[in-house]
DNA sequence: TTAATCAAAATGAACGTTCATTCATTTTTT
DNA sequence: AAAAAATGAATGAACGTTCATTTTGATTAA
């Protein structure tokens, strides 16, 4: 068994259920299954382990959303098409989405990744800039319209985790993205 | 002097300096120049001195975007000033923002308030009520509609902060509050 | 096949540090 | 001079990390 991966997927789910707060080396060394001191055969650090977890995140979830992404199809197929690729992802592995969430906001807790926070939203830079060439999406700032795509993404998971609504019924997904194509179409 | 608001205070400009991670006792007390000892005069101990603090910034908060509500003008009229009130309340104390972050996104840590967070959304579900019934708001899910709302206007606070885009610049707010309102009216 | 050898992997008790909280004492206010 | 407020050193629990020791598993020798 892969030990790396177990303590990596520890992390992940006691983040999930108890928060970074109540994060501790031996909770996930228990969790794993292995003994404190191995966890530091395999990372140097509690820092160095999550930081370790959420470039691993990042990366999973970049490439399952530009598996959606065909440069031969319309920019607002190719968007509907992450959105729920996006969604998929952290409803698959909704510790994922807390994780991250948690990590994005614990200013100056793991200084390295800073501006890399926006690394998860490069594919959707990609699509916007490709819609407003073709004039099928707003001439807003990228800003603005970053915020109409990630901002409401966000949210419905949110809620979605929470169970004030249900992204799993029939036509819902379609719905959210269709909703969120009308803010930033033209 | 105020000590107990010297106290919150500090717990506010901490978490956003450094973060929950390294929040403690002792620098608490210092940035608010009382002793450690005295902190407990106040509150019962650390989870309650946050929990309070959660509840001050969520009460200054509705009462802020509220101010806007009006029920003689149109849906529209106290949809954009609501928006720019939200905003201006956390640009002018981004404090807020980061500390409201962080603790919504920090499962389990002080247990109360779990459905309570969505407490700060009231004005908006207010808002959103009314404007169905009058058919200028489109009639799709509450959550949906939601997501469009708090979504967006989270991660455009959250750019500007991180200066990816500027709110303060003429014209930006509007642009902002219209973007959304066409995601959102029928 | 069995025994011996050794490096790599894993262990978990022990260590030093940090931190929230307490409380005997001091300072301030009434 | 009594009461209330504030102090900060002391306490003990919790935590991240280390490291002497043990276990594992592959390799070699008999």
Redesign the pocket.
């Known amino acids: 068994m892969d ?1 790396k991966q177990a303590i990596l997927k520890s992390v992940l789910k006691l983040v999930n259920r108890e928060g970074f707060y ?6 996930i ?1 228990q969790e794993a ?10 990372f ?4 160095d382990l999550i930081n370790a977890l959420y470039g691993m995140i990042v990366n999973e979830f970049n490439l399952k959303v530009l598996e959606g992404y065909d440069d031969g199809k319309p920019v607002q197929a190719n968007f509907f098409r992450m959105i729920d690729l996006a969604i998929d992802f952290y409803l698959g592995e909704p510790d994922n989405f807390s994780f991250i969430e948690q990590y994005t906001y614990a200013p100056f807790l793991f200084k390295e990744n800073q501006d890399e926070n926006f690394t998860l939203l490069l594919p959707i830079y990609k699509m916007m800039r490709e819609g407003k060439k073709q004039g099928v999406i707003r001439n807003i700032p990228d800003a603005v319209l970053l915020a109409l795509i990630h901002g409401p993404m966000n949210t419905i998971i949110k809620l979605h985790l929470a169970h004030k609504t249900d992204l799993n019924k029939k036509g819902a997904k379609q719905k959210f993205h269709e909703a969120v194509w009308q803010a930033i179409s033209v």
Do not use: D, F, P, R
């Open positions: 030990k109540h994060l501790n080396m031996k909770k060394a299954g292995v003994a404190a001191g191995t966890i530091y055969l395999y140097k650090g509690k820092e």
